[in-house]
């Protein structure tokens, strides 16, 4: 899937509370926690306290869009917004389980530039807005392999070369196109062919040949440890847990950009979230463009908007520059697949089914 510009209409967002009419304000967030979370608080949460006043109280969840069903659902609902996977964020939108997002609150260009001139396709929907590009990555433990070192999709799979455990996400969405492309089928034709029985069959055959081998991780907290307690020597995971561990803590993780599979997060607001309004204006300040780059340099994960990619500068607090590590740089995005999200829209329920019946048997 290319990155291409989509078509919105916006305009300013008239202009943010002010701290003196937002005393005993509240906005509660819902967050994945983990570098990711701490990224928000430095680049989003903070910064939107101190424009506005408004005290911003964070959850955090494995995934945020699990419990947003049953909060609605109940009719007790906690989150103001939530940070949810595009695909989720399309689900709960199509279920009537969100607001809205009037696409007139996001903000222009520094220099200008009409919104709609400046965010990615996909990354603005009816009731979504995208705060970055991350992707699934393989990474492995360097100290592991001292001579023949695994560089692409077909590697993670050859435990003869490469031996020891592997870690894959517990589900069928990545995994799925990882083995396609492990088995030799070209990016461009991965949903092509999971798109038949005959390419489904060919992704889990695959999947077959390293189940024995595999520890299932469900949080993004856990593979970048699982290579770190030398559980396993090669893992399937976000690049920015991989990206904070081999950066903050010096872990010995090297990202193998091939074969990596690219998608957006973003906002979302619950129906009948208590601070809608505080919501609101919470989205268009986190999304604009300088907030977004500053988030970009906590942790790797690339901006949705063009104008925040030329403002990120160097990795937060080192002198090194923070485009070589992002999934939207052109030499990384070459090499890996962009999620098809309508894809997944239609098919998840299926073959996360099937996955499900795979793993069990």
Not at 14 to 27: H, T
Not at 141 to 161: L, Q, V, Y
């Amino acid at each position: 899937m290319k990155l291409k510009q989509t078509l919105i209409v916006t305009t300013a967002i008239a202009g943010l509370a002010g701290p003196a009419l937002a005393q005993d304000q509240v906005l509660n967030v819902l967050d994945w926690g983990g570098a990711y979370g701490q990224s928000h608080q430095v680049a989003y949460n903070k910064p939107f306290e101190e424009k506005t006043g408004i005290r911003v109280v964070v959850s955090d969840a494995d995934n945020p869009a699990t419990p947003i069903k049953a909060m609605v659902q109940a009719g007790n609902v906690t989150a103001d917004v939530a940070s949810v996977e595009y695909a989720d964020a399309v689900r709960l939108c199509d279920e009537g389980m969100l607001e809205e997002i009037d696409p007139a609150i996001l903000t222009p260009a520094p220099d200008g530039a009409a919104a709609e001139e400046d965010f990615i396709e996909g990354a603005v929907t009816d009731c979504f807005v995208a705060t970055d590009v991350y992707s699934m990555v393989l990474a492995y433990d360097d100290s592991k392999f001292p001579d023949a070192k695994p560089a692409a999709a077909a590697d993670f799979f050859d435990t003869a070369k490469f031996p020891g455990k592997r870690t894959l996400r517990k589900g069928a969405k990545f995994n799925l196109e990882l083995a396609l492309m492990a088995d030799g089928v070209a990016p461009d034709q991965v949903y092509e062919v999971l798109s038949t029985p005959e390419g489904v069959d060919q992704a889990f055959a695959k999947l077959d040949t390293i189940k024995n081998d595999v520890i299932w991780w469900e949080a993004g907290a856990q593979p970048p440890q699982l290579l770190a307690d030398g559980e396993v020597t090669m893992a399937f995971a976000f690049n920015g847990r991989i990206f904070n561990a081999a950066m903050e803590e010096g872990k010995p993780f090297e990202i193998i950009w091939d074969g990596q599979i690219y998608e957006m997060e973003g906002w979302v607001v619950p129906k009948g979230a208590p601070n809608k309004d505080n919501a609101m204006q919470y989205i268009a300040f986190t999304t604009e463009a300088p907030q977004l780059a500053k988030a970009a340099e906590q942790i790797s994960y690339g901006p949705p908007r063009t104008s925040a990619s030329a403002l990120v500068g160097n990795i937060a607090g080192k002198d090194q520059p923070m485009g070589p590590h992002l999934p939207t740089s052109p030499e990384n995005l070459d090499l890996g697949l962009g999620s098809d999200l309508d894809f997944w829209v239609d098919h998840d329920g299926e073959l996360s089914e099937r996955f499900n019946a795979w793993l069990a048997g």
